[in-house]
C-alpha cells in the first residue's frame, strides 16, 4: 500500500514509499508513542477478519448505496500519484534517485489533492492522473508536507480536473467498530481498484516517517496494499473518513488484514496551513513515557494507579531542562522503575501515554505548562517551558524494551 504533522530506534520495521510503490509495512512489534512518549507495556492486537455484514449504510436522503454505485461516483477522484527525484526511492538508505508510485484524491474544485506525505519524500517531480490506464500525466506541485502525521498536500490547475467531481469528506471521529468501509487505489499499479471491509478498531497509533506517532488511527481489515498509499477509505456513504497510509504485518509485504488508515479530522485540521506551504508547529516536552496499569503500579509500589511514567528525558529538551527525572531501575516487565510519573498537564487529567502525547502535541512551541507529577509518593508540581518538535525523534538505542 502505498500508504503515507504534530529517539530512539523504532520498534517497528517500517518500508516507505520508494521501496513498496509508497506502502509503509510495519512488523508488529512495540509501539511507538508520538511526542516522544512510547509505551513499553504489553500490548496485544486482535482483529477477527469476517465479510462485511448487513446492508449498505443509507446516505442522507435515505437511499441505500451499494459499493458498486460509490466506486463509480466518487472512485473517479482517485487519482495515480507517481514522485521522482532525490529521497522518492529508498528511505531506509538515506533516499536516492528513485520513483515512487501511490495514491491520492481530488477534496475540492480549485486542484488541491491529498496524499501521504512518505509517498512524495523528497521528490522533485510529481504527477497525478486520473485515467485507468495512467495515462494524460498531470503536473502536481507539493504545496505542504508534514512528516508527523504522515499528510502532503498537492496541487494541480483545476481545468485538468473538469468534470471529476471532489470527494466528500466525512468524519472520523463517528467511524464505529463494525462499519463498513471501501478502500480505492493503486495497488501494485492497478488503478482504481476497490476492496471492502470494516473498520476494525479506532483510536490506534502508528509510527509516522519521523518515528513520532500518530493518534486517533483506523484499523481495517480491508485490503491495503503497496501503492494504496494516500488513497482514500470510505465509509458506506461514501465519505472519506481516512487516508490509508500502512499495515501491519509478520513479514510479508502484502495485505495482513490489519490496515491503518490517518483520520480524515486530522487532515481537515491541518489542510489549510499545509495548502499555504506553512510548517506545522507543535509542543515538544522531550519525554519517553509508559502506560501505567492496575498491574504495574502494584509491581513498582507507585502511588497510583494511572499516569504516564517516565522511562526516558531527552538530553537538553525541555523536560530535561525542567529537570524531570526518568527511571533507572529496570525491571523484568521491560521497564524502568524510579522516574517522575506525570498525572496532570495544565490541570488536564493524565491517564496513560496518549493522553501525555495528546496533551503535548496540542500545545504550542514556547508555551509555560504546568505538570502535576509523582517523584516518589510525593506529589508536586513542575513548571516547563516546551520546545518546538523536533523533525526526528532523537536515535537512543538504549532505551529499554527496544531492539
Not at 448505496?65 to 532525490?86: M, P
Not at 467511524?175 to 478498531?201: E, H, K, L, Y
Not at 503497496?226 to 502484502?254: H, M, W, Y
Amino acid at each position: 500500500m502505498s500508504a503515507n504533522q504534530r529517539g530512539p530506534s523504532r520498534p517497528l520495521s517500517t518500508v516507505l514509499a520508494g521501496i513498496l510503490g509508497g506502502l509503509v509495512v510495519l512488523l508488529v512489534g512495540a509501539v511507538l508513542i508520538s511526542t516522544d512518549v512510547i509505551e513499553t507495556g504489553d500490548t496485544t492486537r486482535e482483529v477477527v477478519n469476517q465479510p462485511v455484514v448487513g446492508r449498505p449504510a443509507a446516505d442522507d436522503s435515505g437511499e441505500a448505496r451499494s459499493v458498486a454505485g460509490i466506486f463509480e461516483e466518487e472512485g473517479r477522484g482517485v487519482v495515480f500519484v507517481q514522485a521522482e527525484g532525490d529521497g522518492a526511492g529508498s528511505p531506509l538508505d538515506g533516499g536516492g534517485e528513485g520513483t515512487a508510485t501511490g495514491s491520492g484524491f481530488l477534496v475540492d474544485d480549485e486542484g488541491t489533492i491529498l496524499t501521504n506525505a512518505h509517498v512524495v519524500e523528497g521528490s522533485e517531480d510529481v504527477t497525478v492522473s486520473f485515467e485507468d490506464d495512467k495515462g494524460n500525466e498531470i503536473d502536481a506541485e507539493v504545496k505542504g508536507r508534514d512528516e508527523s502525521t504522515d499528510l502532503a498536500v498537492l496541487k494541480i490547475d483545476p481545468d485538468e480536473a473538469k468534470g471529476v467531481a471532489p470527494i466528500p469528506l466525512g468524519d472520523s471521529s463517528q467511524a464505529q467498530v463494525g462499519d463498513p468501509v471501501i478502500a480505492i487505489g493503486n495497488p501494485f499499479g492497478f488503478t482504481r481498484t476497490v476492496t471492502t471491509g470494516i473498520v476494525s478498531a479506532v483510536q490506534r497509533r502508528i509510527e509516522a516517517p519521523n518515528a513520532f506517532s500518530i493518534g486517533n488511527v483506523i484499523q481495517t481489515d480491508a485490503a491495503i496494499n503497496p501503492g494504496n498509499s494516500g488513497g482514500p477509505l470510505l465509509d458506506g456513504q461514501g465519505r472519506v473518513i481516512g487516508i490509508n497510509a500502512q499495515i501491519a504485518t509478520n513479514g510479508s509485504q502484502s495485505s495482513s488484514g490489519i490496515g491503518f488508515a490517518i483520520p480524515i479530522n486530522t487532515a481537515k485540521e491541518l489542510l489549510p496551513e499545509l495548502e499555504k506551504g506553512g510548517e506545522i508547529e507543535r509542543g515538544y516536552l522531550g519525554v519517553r513515557a509508559a502506560d501505567v496499569t492496575d498491574s504495574v503500579a502494584e509491581e513498582l509500589d507507585l502511588p497510583v494507579k494511572e499516569g504516564a511514567l517516565i522511562q526516558e528525558v531527552v538530553e537538553g529538551g525541555p523536560a530535561d531542562r525542567a529537570g524531570l527525572r526518568a527511571g533507572d531501575e529496570p525491571t523484568s516487565g521491560g521497564l524502568t522503575a524510579g522516574g517522575d510519573l506525570i498525572v496532570a498537564i495544565e490541570g488536564e487529567k493524565i491517564e496513560n501515554s496518549t493522553d501525555l502525547v495528546a496533551a503535548v502535541e496540542n500545545l504550542d512551541p514556547g508555551q509555560e505548562i504546568e505538570i502535576e507529577l509523582y517523584r516518589g509518593d510525593e506529589k508536586r508540581t513542575e513548571t516547563v517551558k516546551l520546545g518546538e518538535r523536533p523533525d526526528e525523534v532523537a536515535q537512543t538505542p538504549q532505551l529499554p524494551g527496544l531492539p
